[in-house]
């Protein structure tokens, strides 16, 4: 799992650089007057803002979800293994009880 979440943080870095080196080459190619200069950067920076929450709040239920995941399949060995143990305990007691009747 370590290796996608890093594939798409690369991902996700690389779409961003891709971004600002569009935009910077955007103004640089095409000069307008400042102002609308500064509304178009705001635009950008609006816009990407909202992507990078919305990625945000996917990447987060996804790790809450998988979370839980994880968590419940470790509570489930926990209680199947511990039960196992209980059952061998008792039988490991039993054993040792009829070989101490046995002595007897």
Known sequence: ????GNNSGSVL???LAGAAVGVVLGLIF???EGKK?????????????E???EQYGKTAEMLKDQ???TADKVKEQYHKYKEQASHSIADAEDDAQTELDGLK
């Open 1 to 4: 799992m370590s290796n996608r």
């Open 13 to 15: 870095a690389s779409l």
């Open 30 to 32: 095409a000069p307008e």
């Open 37 to 49: 200069t500064r509304k178009k950067l705001r635009k950008v920076a609006e816009d990407w803002s």
């Open 51 to 53: 992507q990078a929450r």
């Open 67 to 69: 979370y839980h995941k």
